[in-house]
């Protein structure tokens, strides 16, 4: 028998919402934006103390003394939510993952416990979910268990918020709009962050970025004998390491071809001869026909290309080569695509193989085509502001995607 009140109704399509395994997004973000939403919705009507009902086309008014509630228990939940889904994404990352069963725990202070511990693995998140701790606990101290704002009374008859008189909203809306945007920006840091351990370059005690300062610090590795000391010294101070955990460093920056570039090594591009640019050249000048590059070279072309994008990694060139090169690739092969993207302005060919660490052919590549080695023009630094702006809209593009309304239905660390 259907159920009369739970249906869709295509005759009003906008107000039917894509639910459970429909939803085509990130569910668990769904769950906790509804919440923050209900949440927002609510507080808007508190200091209005009114809404519009576009049913009725009448002014409704309110009453603070009873949205407090709802507030309140819309606004934990979503806390609830947001450190479950947090401590089981940050306990996934990197090896070793250990999950953590969170789903029976519904007290707070203990979740906060796991979370903490779970983001000390990595001081960024450390950065973006530590100052949520003070609201996080201002609310655990009022409702712990989830209880205080669904129910007038405990389970012993005793009223709740005994020790509270009054709860101002326009006090709490602006704790809770603070808390709202920080945990939105840690979501955005944790969901950058899941690509870059994604790509193993990571030790028990150091994170990628932490790798590529130390690449960044050490001497060239012919002077590794006279002035490697001094500098292993300090950085060895300053982030806690033994000697053991800076060997692991060192290793695997020389095995990693962005890093081992800091150095002065270099790691080469197998598959791309020195002549392809000077080859590459001929065809877009019309001399020579696309076959004067083998599929193979193209396809490492494109590799190179690829990691040039500003959310790829270095790491990604071989993983990404080996998809467009396997025989089941159902993606098209377009030598003029590839050599038209080579000459696009975006210096795509020059950011590849300068991420990749690749000199040599830097160098063929300013030989045969010079303008295409030359470095772009660094655009203006945005402000925080816009940089906050942008992570917003890149992350609610990510996370909440929906379909129409027509809709019916850790590995071990590795080398770059």
Known sequence: MENKSFRPDFSNPHQNAVVGEYWNGDLDYAYREGFKQATMTLLAAATSESYFDPNTDE????????????????????????????????????????????????????????????????????ERGMPLEE?????????????????????????????????????????????????????????????????GTFTAKLHRANIEDIAKRLPPYEKWTEELNPVKEAICNQLKLSSNDFGKALNLIKRHREFSALIGLELPLEGLPEDVFTRLA???????????????????????????????????????????????????????????????????????????????????????????AEPMKTPPKHTDEEISALTRE???????SRPGSEAMKGDEPGEG
């Open 135 to 199: 609201v996080f606990k201002d609310i655990a101290d009022v409702d712990n268990t989830s209880m205080t704002f669904r129910y007038s009374r405990d389970l012993a008859d005793n009223v709740h918020l005994s020790g509270h008189q009054h709860i101002n909203l326009g006090v709490l809306g602006d704790r809770l709009r603070d808390m709202f945007k920080q945990a939105e920006e840690f979501s955005v840091c944790l969901t950058v962050l899941q690509q870059e351990y994604a790509q």
């Open 282 to 372: 001929r065809v877009h000048a019309g001399e020579a026909a696309h076959d004067v590059i083998t599929k193979d070279e193209w396809l490492r072309l494109d590799a190179v290309m690829e990691i040039n994008r500003l959310d790829s990694y270095s790491e990604e060139y071989d993983r990404y080569l080996k998809r467009i090169s396997a025989p089941d690739y159902e993606g098209s092969f377009s030598p003029e695509s590839i050599a038209r993207n080579a000459y696009a302005r975006n210096q795509r060919l020059y950011g590849g193989l300068v991420k990749l660490g690749q000199r040599t052919l830097l160098a063929s590549l300013a030989e045969a085509i010079p303008h295409l």
């Open 59 to 126: 002014t409704v008014y309110v009453y603070v003394d009873a949205l407090v509630y709802p507030i309140c228990f819309n606004a934990r939940h979503f806390i609830e939510l947001f450190l479950k889904d947090s401590i089981r994404t940050v306990s996934a990352l990197g090896s070793n993952a250990k999950q953590i069963d969170v789903d029976p725990i519904h007290t707070l202070s203990t979740l906060w416990g796991h979370f903490a511990a779970a983001i000390a693995r990595d001081s960024r998140l450390m």
């Open 394 to 400: 890149i992350f609610s593009h990510f996370k909440c």
